[in-house]
């Protein structure tokens, strides 16, 4: 018998099996292929949406797991957030003598930045989270690949609802939140300066503009979609495994609130270029 000569690679025993080659390393190429499958995701959602059938009832059901159950945490949150601020900023324009300039820093800081931010976080980490874990057990349970023999389009149902969810009820999340936190910085005020609520509120609105009440909602809109489409892509594709479901959910948590710190710096930077 003639003697082959093969090709042995180093990390195994087995000779028929090749080494590995990378375009750029290992973990390079890993980050372009995660990039690049993001990407076709995202194309998927833009050209599944516009596409019947329209699950109506299911996107419904999604606004509602979405904004009437995180109500009260985000209730409690705002509210804690406008007494605390308007608490923490008295002692210093007291210093100046600029007491009455407590409700127009109250409204622009909680309209501009912290209702969009705080309801953002708390919905990347309850609404995120509850869509990897979700969508992830789905996966492994292999519910996914049963609706596709069943002749119905799983990531139409499942994906892109909840994404349209997202995005409808974190803006309304936003302006509720907003009225809760200057609620709660009302009631700071009252207590300490006596400040009747006509006059707290009359100041709230002289002090805001319409941009920023659009940058707000548009702010708000982007988060929301972040949120759906990051706790969706976790999800939906979760490895296999009751590991796979825990790491979904966490990768949701942490990849939307990274993304929203980093859009609202960009979004920022634009409107303060407009202001």
Request: glycine content about 6%; hydrophobic content about 50%.
């Amino acid at each position: 018998m003639a003697h082959q000569s093969q090709r042995m690679d180093p990390n195994t025993d087995n000779p028929n099996i090749q080494p590995t080659k990378y375009v750029l390393s290992k973990k390079l190429d890993s980050l372009f292929l995660e990039v690049y499958e993001i990407y076709k995701f995202i194309l998927r959602f833009f050209k599944e949406v516009f596409m019947p059938p329209y699950e109506f009832k299911e996107i419904i059901h999604q606004c509602y797991e979405v904004g009437y159950k995180s109500l009260p945490l985000i209730s409690l949150t705002g509210f804690i957030t406008g007494v605390v601020f308007t608490d923490q900023s008295r002692p210093s324009l007291a210093n100046f003598g600029a007491t009455s300039w407590i409700p127009s820093l109250i409204s622009i800081a909680i309209v501009r930045a912290l209702a969009p931010l705080v309801t953002a976080l708390i919905a990347a980490g309850k609404v995120g989270s509850n869509m990897g874990a979700e969508l992830g057990s789905m996966k492994v349970t292999e519910q996914i690949d049963a609706m596709e023999v069943s002749a119905t389009n799983p990531f139409k149902y499942l994906v892109v609802t909840r994404i349209l969810a997202t995005t409808f009820m974190i803006p309304l999340l936003v302006m509720y939140t907003a009225f809760v936190a200057l609620m709660g910085g009302f009631l700071s005020v009252h207590s300490h300066e006596q400040t009747s609520f006509a006059m707290f509120f009359s100041q709230v609105f002289e002090s805001l503009s319409f941009l920023d009440l659009f940058s707000t909602s548009f702010k708000s809109t982007v988060f929301g979609f972040t949120i759906g489409l990051v706790g969706c892509y976790c999800g939906y594709n979760s490895s296999k495994g009751t590991e796979g479901v825990g790491k979904a959910a966490n990768s949701a948590v942490v990849a939307a609130m990274f993304l929203i710190f980093v859009e609202e710096i960009v979004i920022v930077a634009i409107v303060n270029a407009f202001r």
